[in-house]
């Protein structure tokens, strides 16, 4: 595919996501943790000539930056391509690509296509056999490699992607209210991890008193 084909592609693409990517990778996240998300979700666009059907995934950190973002976009139209795309910070070792596994399946490597300032995109062809496997799964791992060359496993559960694969695509009130449910849920937690510090802080302070 020329650079001619590919830039309109990744333009259209990036247009239906529903949130702006972080810089950097504030913590290397455990793969038992769970970042907060609004779960599985259908966008679907006209950009230009195209149509665009995006079913994505979002694993948000505590201080609201992006952790791992999971893409299957269709494009139809003028261009047609199916896409299986995972977009992670930057800081990333490249040569490693982004590791994949499903359940307990064989785990894969994608490689990094590109890599913008503030996030680092892999990507392969999206073809029915990994729409299947992913419906039939039950959790999936992705695992970067940052530039100290330590990995940074993440558990994306696979819970709602076959409802939202095969379902009708979010209306722009919904798409709406699941962003203010997660910028809810991110204020909660920072409230919640600012209480822990000064509490912490509070602690350290009566313990130097004491002495």
Not at 35 to 42: A, I, L, R, T, Y
Not at 52 to 63: D, H, L, P, R
Not at 116 to 137: H, R, W, Y
Request: proline share 5%.
């Amino acid at each position: 595919m020329t650079n001619t084909m590919r830039y309109p592609v990744l333009t259209a693409m990036l247009a239906v996501s529903a949130y702006t990517l972080a810089t950097t990778l504030a913590a290397p996240a455990r793969a038992q943790d769970t970042p907060p998300s609004n779960g599985w979700f259908k966008v679907c666009s006209k950009q230009e000539d195209n149509d665009i059907c995006n079913v994505q995934f979002q694993s948000v950190a505590s201080n609201g930056q992006v952790v791992t973002a999971v893409s299957l976009a269709e494009i139809k139209g003028k261009i047609n391509r199916r896409v299986f795309q995972i977009t992670v910070p930057t800081g990333r070792l490249l040569p490693a690509g982004i590791k994949v596994k499903v359940d307990d399946k064989k785990e894969v490597a994608l490689p990094y296509a590109f890599c913008f300032p503030q996030s680092c995109m892999a990507e392969v062809a999206l073809d029915d056999n990994l729409i299947t496997l992913l419906k039939s799964g039950k959790g999936m791992t992705i695992t970067s490699t940052n530039f100290q060359n330590k990995p940074n496993p993440v558990l994306v559960t696979l819970e709602g992607f076959t409802g939202a694969y095969d379902g009708e695509p979010l209306k722009r009130d919904e798409l709406e209210t699941r962003q203010r449910q997660l910028q809810d849920e991110l204020r909660k937690k920072a409230e919640e991890q600012r209480k822990k510090l000064q509490e912490e802080q509070d602690k350290a302070k009566t313990g130097a008193a004491a002495n």
